[in-house]
């Protein structure tokens, strides 16, 4: 079964609109979505519709949303192989991307829809959806590519980590896998991301215990907050995504004005949930400089530094 075909609607990707500067608290949601079948993207839509609401009724700055968060969809696309069935997942984007820029300006609210499995010229990514409470859209694709995504749908890199203005500051998207390799991070945070958001997809503990610890170390080597949320629930006879462990959380820098062991808010492991909490950019901002410890103004740039490409030209951090 096929979406239906959707009738085209403007949409600003990725230009970044011009907001002031940031520095006081950000209401943040984490939803812990389940990932079960759907019998139609309108059923689809409907369940993500819900969450979107609560987290509006809480006054919620952001909500963040799984990785693979269209992936129920997929159900519904199913070919002989699933590489051919994960490339149909792009079908659907454009009623992805008219739904989630009308439910953040319905509903006010800057939404990270997780991220959707996107063709673009011929290329399989996964790529992460930012739909701001304005109207604009922008995207991160995924930069490191698992195995099991690489060998199951043959899923391509990204090559660049963005960094986000929004009017609760700027922010960065860190797919998942991505999280486990701090040098991307740094560059993100030294482009001015003061807030990251992990969606992220785990089948095991194991798995999900590994973005978890990789996420909290982030935050003390960045002084910033992650907001993490993941998919439970299965999906059977889908190659690739059939089972799912998560425990949401919101993540904290340690040190003494924060939340006791780094832990803001965490959800119940492999129930559909949502999790809410104030963080405060200001705060995060004066102990870096003024913390206990200062693990980003005492980096030894005489003795080390990460080199990375920006618009063809290399940058250090």
């Not at 159900?75 to 490339?87: G, H, I, K, M």
């Not at 109207?135 to 995504?149: C, M």
């Not at 991070?185 to 999900?208: E, W």
């Not at 004005?257 to 780094?262: E, I, M, N, S, T």
Request: with cysteine.
């Amino acid at each position: 079964m096929s979406p239906k075909p959707q009738t085209k609607r403007k949409t600003r990707v990725n230009m970044e609109p011009k907001f002031t500067a940031w520095k006081g608290p950000v209401r943040v949601a984490a939803v812990q979505f389940d990932m079960g079948a759907v019998s139609s993207f309108a059923e689809f839509a409907q369940r993500c519709e819900f969450f979107v609401k609560s987290a509006a009724d809480y006054q919620t700055d952001f909500v963040l949303f799984p990785e693979l968060l269209t992936n129920p969809l997929l159900a519904l696309v199913q070919e002989s192989r699933p590489t051919q069935s994960a490339r149909r997942l792009t079908e659907f984007t454009p009623a992805y991307v008219e739904t989630f820029t009308r439910f953040a300006t319905q509903y006010h609210i800057n939404i990270i829809a997780g991220s959707h499995l996107t063709v673009e010229e011929n290329r399989l990514y996964n790529v992460a959806y930012l739909f701001r409470r304005d109207g604009s859209v922008a995207q991160q694709k995924k930069i490191h590519i698992t195995p099991s995504e690489k060998k199951a749908w043959g899923v391509e890199p990204g090559k660049l980590i963005e960094v986000f203005d929004t009017d609760r500051g700027r922010i960065a998207l860190v797919i998942c896998y991505d999280i486990e390799f701090p040098e991307l991070t740094r560059i993100a945070v030294a482009k001015g991301a003061n807030l990251l958001f992990v969606p992220f997809n785990t089948d095991l503990r194991s798995g999900y215990l590994r973005v978890r610890y990789c996420a909290q170390a982030r935050c003390v080597e960045n002084n910033v907050y992650c907001v993490l949320s993941g998919a439970c629930g299965n999906l059977p006879q889908v190659i690739g995504a059939d089972i799912h462990y998560a425990q949401s959380c919101i993540l904290t820098p340690s040190d003494i004005p924060f939340a006791r062991d780094g832990i803001a808010a965490e959800a119940t492991a492999n129930s559909e949930t949502m999790i809410v909490h104030d963080v405060d950019l200001g705060l995060t901002e004066s102990t870096r400089t003024n913390g206990s410890v200062r693990t980003w103004v005492d980096r030894r740039k005489d003795v080390y530094r990460v080199t990375y490409l920006s618009d063809g030209k290399a940058q250090q951090v």
